[in-house]
């Protein structure tokens, strides 16, 4: 948009919206406060807003509401719900009611104006079909799509943050006790099949936030043949197959392939989608056949999608089913599309999962359907560089530490428990704090060797500026950033600050010792 943003901001405590407005100011938006319903709704008719950021419980009027009343006199404002308690009930109500997303506080910056950005652009599209009733049609279907995206969006965002917090008991305790334990304990393998599941589960919540925030991955060059091979030696893809036994399957890889730069668990991922997609098209029996070649193009591609000219990777898959029909191919990227029986298997999120991260690899995908058969065709940018070698595997006992003081702060009491008790079968002696305040004050009377600190904490301050404080007493304070959201701004202020490692809830073991133990040696993490 050529002019800025104006957003009214409602908000009955003072300091919240006025902090609030300072972001706004930050990033180009500018902003009207409204310290109640009433005065909300006489600014809505005064002045042209392009967005309304409104808290849910206010002194007069509730926020669900206001809502209603605006949404009925300007249908094409985005109103954004803020609250402090947030409950799916009323995340649902609002929803009905005509809000576009609905955010928790404490409220992260980079959420709110990639937030903020995509509701003002989804207003900008319902503008559009108003006005321009040739274009009708195709901006329907653009906002159909974006807003199945935003509903997701609206699911995996609000949530992820506290499912990973919760997952983090499935995830992180059975550590503890896997730890302390017997190795030919009876329960051993009962809790190694609850963390499993754990992991699994909050494999899930990754997916969604990645479809629906656009989350980036970190990626190293690996040759695809090789990734390829490693997946069928998998023990998911070995018991997929095993559900299928009359299903031959086919490798042709070509020996000269070129490596690609690229998130090796992600690639996989999208692997495993697409045989199982094609396993489950074939039921009984038939054929699939994975392929690799090198691509050269001089111009453009139009197929699927159109493939920009380059050299590529191409990684094809396909199986000689019954194909998919022409109105179904239109559709089969989009989250929950699926024609397969409920409940048989998956969550409906596998190709818009294969075509999130193709994306994310800046490739691109292509189908191809008939009565023959399908094929899926990932094209991905090729590389010369030489394929990255991992470091050997380092064992738990060299990651020990030796009594060095580690200070958890994290307003989840649990995650401190968790936290510590890891800590301290490694060897260190774990402080805890649950909140910011709190944890600067620790680090100014006590010598801490390092601090692992969640970014998102109490209402007064948040982890980043927690370690701007604790830096003012101690300009070589060390720290790791701790979260159950994806990397984000914040984040980077942090590194910026001089945290060395992101670690992502919820975290093994050997996760927790490397990054504590590389931070001690002044070892750079992984951003």
Partial sequence: MSVSPHILLVDDEVRFAESLQLILLANNYSSVIAPNGSRALELVEEQAFDLILLDVELPDISGVQIVSHIKSLFPLIPVIMMTGNATVETAVTAIKNGAYDFLKKPIDHNTLTVTIDKAINHSQLEKELKASEQEKL??????????????????????????????????????????????????????????????????????LVSIARGTTTSKAVKNPNSIIESHFSSLEHLECAARFPRITMCKELRGDLLNINCSEIHIKKMLMNLLGNAMEALDDKGSITISTENIHLTEPLVVYETIA??????????????????????????????????????????????????????????????????????????????????????????????????????????????????????????????????????????????????????????????????????????????????????????????????????????QLALAVKQSLRNIPGHF
Wanted: contains cysteine; proline residues 3%; glycine residues 8%.
């Fill in 138 to 207: 195709v901006l329907q279907k653009q906002l159909a799509k974006a807003s199945k995206m935003e509903a997701l969006g609206l699911m995996a965002g609000s949530v992820a943050h506290d499912l990973n917090n919760i997952l983090s008991g499935i995830v992180s305790f059975p550590e503890v006790i896997l730890m302390e334990m017997d190795p030919k304990n009876k329960h051993r393998e009962a809790i190694l099949g609850m963390q499993e599941a754990g992991k699994r589960a909050a494999s899930v919540v990754s997916d």
């Fill in 309 to 510: 000219a380059g050299d590529y990777v191409k990684i094809s898959v396909s199986d000689n089913g019954e194909g998919i029909s022409s109105t179904d191919i239109e559709h089969i990227f989009e989250p929950f599309y699926s024609k397969k029986v409920m409940g048989r298997s998956g969550t409906g999120l596998g190709l818009a999962i294969v075509w999130s991260r193709i994306h994310d690899h800046d490739g691109y995908i292509n189908v191809t359907s008939g009565p023959e058969g399908t094929t899926f065709e990932l094209f991905i940018p090729s590389t010369f560089e030489a394929e990255f070698a991992p470091n050997p595997a380092i064992s738990l006992n060299a990651l020990k530490g030796a009594g060095e003081v580690v200070l958890v702060v994290d307003d989840q009491r649990t995650q401190c428990i968790i936290a510590s008790n890891l800590l301290k079968n490694l060897g260190y002696a774990p402080l805890q704090a649950h909140n910011g305040r709190d944890a600067v004050a620790i680090c100014k009377k006590t010598s801490v060797d390092i601090v692992l600190l969640d970014m998102v904490l109490d209402q007064e301050m948040n982890g980043r500026e927690a370690y701007e404080q604790m830096l003012e007493a101690n300009l070589e304070q060390r720290a790791i950033v701790v979260s159950g959201s994806a990397e984000n701004k914040e984040v980077d202020k942090m590194k910026s600050l001089g945290a060395s490692h992101f670690v992502k809830k919820p975290y093994t073991v050997d």
